[in-house]
Each structure stands twice: as C-alpha cells, then as structure tokens.
C-alpha cells in the first residue's frame, strides 16, 4: 500500500536531503544561456492524483523546460493528427542512440521516436500554426492548463536555442531531404525551440505528469488537458524511449514513464497515482540529471512504484480512482 500523505512529504524531505551533496555531473553549455544555472540549483515535487502536492528544496525556482516538452508535443501531435497521420512522420521505436544524433531509421528514413531531437523536430512541423506566434502561443496554452498557471517562454533562452542549433539545422534539413518536414524550416524550428524555452518549476512538472497520471485532467484545478485515449501512447514511448540511451538501465532500474531534459528537470508518471519530478542542472554524460535519476529510483524503491513491482496493486490512489 502506498503511504500515507504525511509520510510521503516525509519520503520526499529524507530523499532530497541524501542527494542534496551530490555534486556529480556538469551543467549543459552547448546552448549557452544553459550554462548560466546556479549548478546546486534542486528540487523534488511529488503531485497524487487526489490533488495533494509534496515537494522539497527550490521547488518554485523556474528553468526552460527542454526536452521534457517532447512528450507534450507528441500528446498534441496525435491529437490533432490522430495515430495513422503521426506514424508516417515519426516512429515509436528506441533508438539507441544520443537525443540529438543525426540519423533516422534506414528503412522508414522516419526518425526513431519523439523523445529524441529528429523526433521532436518531426512534431514540431505537425503541430506549428499558421505563424510563429500563434504555434508557440498554442502550446504555452495548452501547458498552462496542465501547470495551473500562467507560463511563459524565456525569450534569452530561446534567442540562444535559435543561434547555438546548427544541429538540429542538420536534423531538419535531413528530414525535408525525405520528406518528413515540410519545407517551412525554420517555422519548424522556431516551433521547436519556443517549445524547448518555456518556462517552469519543478512544481509545474509535477502537476504535468499527475495530468498525465489522472487520465488527462489536471488533479489541482480539476479542468481537462489531454484527451485520455492517446495518453496511453504516450506514456508508452515514454518508457521505452524518454531517457534516451539510458532507457533501458531506467525501466530495469526505476520502471516508470519519464522524460529528462537538459535543462536539468526531470518528470515520471505512476499511472493513475502520482506524478513524479526533479530539478536539479548538473547532467551525466548522456544528457540527464544526475540527482534526478538518483531521486526516482529512490522513490521507486522507498514506495514500490516500478511498473511490475506487486506493492504497486492495490494503492490508496489508485482505489480513490474506482
């Protein structure tokens, strides 16, 4: 059975300070406003489906969320488009590869999934509006009501994204080459980066993925954000695919639906329970938080949440559901 609340907020505290020393791993520079971060910046926010929200450390401290947007976006993406449409566009598949490897799938010349850059690209294109403005409008909206607040793009971070991104440039035009992206480029790519900018706390990702975890509606405000059926997509290329090259090591190891983000947050979703996140900059080699995936593997330890764990059944947030 999961705890009680007042022992969860416990959990949380113990945890934030046993990793709170942990001083492994190297802010992200290649975007260069990234590089600004107070390193020792950390946060842990745990949102349950019922509304209450535990969180410890700098939880109201805001950085761009990255490439935690990516599963959003694919949300939003299979929305409008439905499955079929989506699918000829980008796969669902591990790549093994790192998030901003230039390479699609040598059969399907699609890219492997949308938790990685060509991916996230490949949506992008799918879901930009008729002008800049109104794409990056859209999905800061549509953001806002799984937050519960009012967010906004950092215009810094977003100038810097725009001028650092010859990569992903290479990703794009890759893309046009076969036919993935339309020819709009760089509407695409403002789409992309405006996503990658917005800012957040690690409060905001917490409510994000209990949105996720509570079927589409966010547990504070109670107002619907997602439609439920393409939820389960989600979450599944999530968990095979939401920590890059590391996906594999994090279902063994922690069992969840997640997404990391250079930016130092990372979110996870326990399906109709709870909706996990971590703020901390300081990344391992291949692109995560490294207190991040120190502090949800504890959680999943500490409250039996692995996806095949048997403490899983049976939960006081999952029968508060029925």
Known sequence: MMPDALNIQDIVEVTYEKFSHVHDGEVATYIPELGKVDPNDFAICVAAVDGQVFSAGDWNKEFTIQSVCKPFAYQMALEELGRDRTL?????????????????????????????????????????????????????ERMQLAAGRNLKIDASVLASESS?????????????????????????????????????????????????????????????????????????????????DHAGEWAYRVGLPAKSGVGGGLLAVVNRQLGIAVYSPRLDAKGNSVRGILVCKELANRLGLHAFEFTNVGSSFVQAMM
Request: glycine share 6%; net charge neutral; proline share 4%.
């Open 88 to 140: 000829l566009h980008v796969g669902v598949e591990p790549s093994g590869e790192a998030f901003n490897s230039i390479e699609l799938d040598p059969l399907t010349k699609r890219p492997f999934n949308p938790m990685v850059n060509a991916g996230a690209i490949a949506v992008a294109s799918l879901i930009k509006k008729d002008s800049k403005v109104a794409g990056a409008r859209a999905f800061v």
């Open 164 to 244: 650092s991104g010859n990569r992903n440039r290479a990703i794009a035009y890759l893309m046009l080459n076969f036919g993935i992206i339309d020819e709009d480029v760089s509407h695409t790519l403002h789409q992309y980066f405006s996503q990658c900018s917005l800012l957040v706390n690690c409060r905001d990702l917490a409510l994000m993925a209990a949105t996720l975890a509570n079927m589409g509606t966010n547990p504070v405000t109670r107002e619907p954000v997602f439609d439920f059926q393409y939820i389960k997509d989600v979450l599944a290329v999530m968990f095979t695919c939401g920590l890059y």
